[in-house]
T-cell receptor
Framework: GESVGLHLPTLSVQEGDNSIINCAYS??????FIWYKQESGKGPQFIID?????DKRQGQRVTVLLNKTVKHLSLQIAATQPGDSAVYFC????????????FGQGTTLQVKP | GAVVSQHPSRVICKSGTSVKIECRSL??????MFWYRQFPKQSLMLMAT?????????EQGVEKDKFLINHASLTLSTLTVTSAHPEDSSFYIC???????????FGPGTRLTVT
């Protein structure tokens, strides 16, 4: 079946360093990918998205890279701050025009001061 | 930006009772809303797709008679957990889809505890 997975369950970085969170997906037909940030006890918060016709998109301190050849997605956070500590999920659109999203397992980002 | 609210944020109920959770899109109309369940340290699991004016579509393994979904207006969807059991204790999150685009905006979640 369709699935989106993450390579590392926990990532610990020093404040000020760059963070890279990786995600593998299996549905080659997906045309939209999103990164969400979820803080404890809260709902997911949209970070950045990318469509399948792109391979890179930049936001404020964040960059998403899409490699369709190996079905890999990554989120780069520049100058990681303590407020970036959270669980990060990648998500992809499910097959068919249903609007459904399939979420990956999540990576916990811990920022050390 | 698009804002989605949920009510209540936390609820404790006794086994066998029913509890209703509301999901509202505050500044846009959402023809489609989604309900997710999330257990501790796990990802979001899609339960059902709620479409305004029609029956909800449930994911495989989700009991439609236990998790009743009503999407009576373009800004409100409700999830009712009927005959709740302790194993239904979870974090329930809704999202609303902006019409015509892929983006989904998530509510803050509802923590359900069944005693």
């Amino acid at each position: 079946g369709e699935s989106v997975g993450l390579h590392l369950p926990t990532l610990s970085v020093q404040e000020g360093d760059n963070s890279i969170i990786n995600c593998a997906y299996s549905n080659s037909a997906s045309d939209y990918f999103i990164w969400y940030k979820q803080e404890s006890g809260k709902g997911p918060q949209f970070i950045i998205d990318i469509r399948s016709n792109m391979d890179k998109r930049q936001g404020q301190r964040v960059t998403v890279l899409l490699n369709k050849t190996v079905k890999h997605l990554s989120l780069q956070i520049a100058a990681t701050q303590p407020g970036d500590s959270a669980v990060y999920f990648c998500a992809e659109t499910a097959s068919g025009n249903t609007g459904k999203l399939i979420f990956g397992q999540g990576t916990t980002l811990q920022v050390k001061p | 930006g698009a804002v989605v609210s949920q009510h209540p944020s936390r609820v404790i109920c006794k086994s066998g009772t029913s509890v209703k959770i509301e999901c509202r899109s505050l500044d846009f109309q959402a023809t489609t809303m989604f309900w997710y369940r999330q257990f501790p340290k796990q990802s979001l699991m899609l339960m059902a797709t709620s479409n305004e004016g029609s029956k909800a579509t449930y994911e495989q393994g989700v009991e439609k008679d236990k998790f009743l979904i009503n999407h009576a207006s373009l800004t409100l969807s409700t999830l009712t957990v009927t005959s709740a059991h302790p194993e239904d204790s979870s974090f329930y999150i809704c999202s609303a889809r902006v019409p015509g685009v892929y983006e989904q905006y998530f509510g803050p979640g509802t923590r359900l505890t069944v005693t």
